[in-house]
């Protein structure tokens, strides 16, 4: 489950890297990442992953290239605006360290899928350090 | 000296292992990991995202160029994924800058062992 998580966070850095580059590497920066999870890995990978990603991000704000977005859109331009660039940066750290957080705490969130139907139902539990419990069941 | 310098600056550290363990000759992405890991004992492993980032460096300066795998390794490997790995070879630029980091940590190594034989005249 945890390295369903993990692996989805890191397809969605590399799919926030610059096309070209997403291109010529991603697949095998995936399939290395793969590996390296078995080892145990996983925080630094995705720090690694979090990193190369604001480094590509910032040598192709000069160039006039292409910017996909995780949900598949393009954006041309000359670069992104300095203000949502750091606007993103922000929502995406807050995002990512959460996300860290959960995953050096697996007893925090257990995520449960179960078919009606023929539709899956997911039940997210979301464990606060105070015993509190917070359920999210997606069954019809 | 001086022009030597400008062209060949100093190298980062991760650049510096990617084009060591190059040297020892053609690797592909997760043998470069693997190799570095081996030539520090463990103690420096790149990640993926870094690995990438300095090799494109690397590749744009000319320094480092891509081949494809060489047919005994597609032979070897079962999985697609494998067959579809890029080798990367050092080139003689590549080379030469490597040369020439090793010469230049070689002065900062003897400059430090006099500057240390120095402090230990001192003291004494």
Not at chain 1, 11 to 24: A, G, M, T, Y
Not at chain 2, 60 to 75: E, F
Not at chain 2, 95 to 115: F, I, N, P, Y
Request: overall charge positive; some cysteine; proline content about 6%.
């Amino acid at each position: 489950m945890i390295s369903t998580i993990s692996s989805s966070a890191y397809r969605l850095l590399l799919r926030l890297h610059p096309v070209s580059f997403q291109d010529e590497f991603g697949a095998e920066m995936l399939w290395i990442f793969d590996e390296e999870c078995e080892q145990g890995r996983v925080v630094p990978l995705l720090l690694d992953g979090a990193i190369s990603l604001l480094r590509q991000r910032f040598r192709t704000q000069n160039d006039p290239g292409q910017l996909s977005i995780a949900s598949g859109t393009v954006i041309t331009g000359p670069g992104m605006d300095p203000v949502r660039l750091l606007q993103g940066g922000v929502t995406f750290s807050l995002i990512f360290f959460s996300l860290i957080q959960l995953l050096s705490h697996p007893n925090l969130l257990t995520v449960s899928v179960r078919w009606s139907d023929r539709v899956p139902c997911y039940t997210i539990s979301l464990q606060a350090p105070s015993h509190a419990e917070v359920v999210l069941d997606t069954t019809p | 000296m001086k022009s030597q310098t400008t062209k060949n600056p100093p190298l980062s550290s991760a650049t510096l292992q990617i084009l060591l363990a190059l040297a020892g000759g053609n690797l592909h992405g997760y043998g470069i990991i693997k190799e570095v890991a081996r030539n520090s004992d463990g103690h420096y492993r790149l990640g993926p995202g870094t690995l990438y980032d300095n090799l494109k460096k690397l590749m744009d300066a000319g320094l480092v160029s891509d081949v494809p795998p060489p047919v005994s390794s597609k032979r070897k490997s079962a999985s697609t994924k494998e067959d579809d790995r890029r080798f990367y070879v050092l080139t003689k630029d590549g080379k030469g800058a490597l040369a020439a980091e090793v010469d230049r940590l070689q002065t900062v190594v003897s400059q430090a062992r006099s500057r240390l034989r120095e402090a230990r005249a001192g003291n004494a």
